[in-house]
């Protein structure tokens, strides 16, 4: 790992100001000495199985329960950090990363999909935070496609995997079958047309600040209008999810009618086999100030008034699991991707296939 304190962010693909996290930009940092591991801000860079540098970012005093907050697609890290900045300074230890090919980690040399992410960036970032937090336990903060990827990654560990404390979901789903006819149309428009670019473009999505992979958004598009999410290798994620016993958090944003619909997010979270997971539909019908879209569930003056404080309170009262496991629990490993769970495929998926 190659830790580093340097200028602003703006200047450089491989710098970050920590000041733009609290809010406000600081002076450059380059003429300042490398701070100690102790501080509250710190910058690193860590590198996959595959020899892909990805960029993580630290808010929060050591020894703090650590929490690694994932952005979702189009986004980087910063999409993240008005939140870590909030949790950071309410004792907790916040690990932000960047996807490949995202904000301040490097573009990788072949395409990539989801199953990239959970394989390779996922256990990249974890192997981090355990290096530097000891045997405290990280939780795991998803918004939309960095909630999938967390959980992908644990659908192929061994039942009852106990390297991660507890996840918190927003916003995320791959299966929803309740969107309206022609929103079901447009998916299938858009995963025809994915395959003639490597990458999506961030001006086609409103407040997009990236590029997206064209295989992993293609990925999503399948995984949709099949209502399954089913790996390269015909793996099984949302079945294999049923041997984890981790606490789960899901929100739902009661506006998100395309993206993540209510109902297949409240799918995902009831696929875990865990006996302490909660669902929650952030809308006006259920008192909430407003129907939540997709992006406003983690960004937005309303979110940072009653999101923030929700899912600070559910950390706070799973604190404790962040503790090391009882001795008999051995830290799990990745299932052979040579022996999925069988999956039989409908006539209607054959027919999708053969589609798309």
């Known amino acids: 790992m190659n830790f580093s304190n340097t200028s602003k962010f703006g200047q450089s693909k491989r710098a970050i100001n920590p000041g733009i996290f609290n809010g406000h930009v600081t002076g450059p940092a380059s003429d300042a000495s490398p701070p100690p591991l102790s501080d509250r801000f710190l910058t690193m860079h860590t590198l996959t199985d595959d020899g892909t540098r990805l960029f993580l970012s630290r808010m929060g005093d050591r020894g703090s329960p650590p929490l690694i907050l994932a952005h979702g697609t189009f986004t980087n890290q910063r999409s993240c950090a008005p939140l870590a900045s909030h949790l950071a300074a309410r004792g907790w230890q916040c690990w932000l990363f960047d996807w490949r090919g995202h904000g301040y980690s490097d573009q990788p040399r072949a395409s990539f999909n989801f199953e990239t992410l959970a394989r390779q960036d996922v256990p990249a970032v974890l192997r981090v935070v355990e290096e530097n937090c000891g045997p405290l336990r990280p939780f795991w903060l998803g918004h939309s496609a960095g909630a999938v990827i967390a959980a992908m990654w644990l659908a192929r560990q061994a039942p009852a995997c106990t390297r991660l404390a507890g996840l918190q979901m927003l916003a995320a789903q791959a299966t929803s079958r309740q969107r309206s006819w022609a929103m079901q149309k447009k ?13 999506i473009a961030s001006h086609w999505m409103p407040l997009a600040t990236e590029a997206e992979s064209s295989h992993l958004l293609r990925q999503w598009c399948q995984w949709s209008l099949r209502g399954h999410m089913q790996g390269k290798d015909g793996f099984d994620y949302l079945a294999a999810l049923g041997r984890q016993q981790l606490p789960v958090l899901s929100l739902a944003g009661g506006g998100d009618d395309f993206i993540s619909p209510p109902d297949g997010c409240q799918r995902l979270l009831e696929s875990f086999g865990s006996a302490s997971k909660r669902y929650v539909l952030c809308s006006q019908a259920q008192g909430f100030v407003e129907d939540y879209s997709h992006e406003r569930l983690l960004i937005s003056k ?11 309170n ?3 009262q799973y604190a404790h699991q962040s503790q090391p496991p009882a001795p008999d629990q051995e830290a799990a490993f990745l299932l052979p991707s040579s022996a999925p769970p069988p999956v039989h495929a409908s006539a209607d998926d054959i027919d999708l296939q053969q589609q798309l």
Not at 187 to 199: G, H, K, T, V, Y
């Open 187 to 199: 998916i299938r428009l858009i995963s025809w047309l994915l395959p003639l670019r490597r990458q």
């Open 314 to 316: 559910w950390l706070h």
């Open 302 to 312: 309303n979110a940072k008034n009653e999101i923030w404080p929700l899912l600070e």
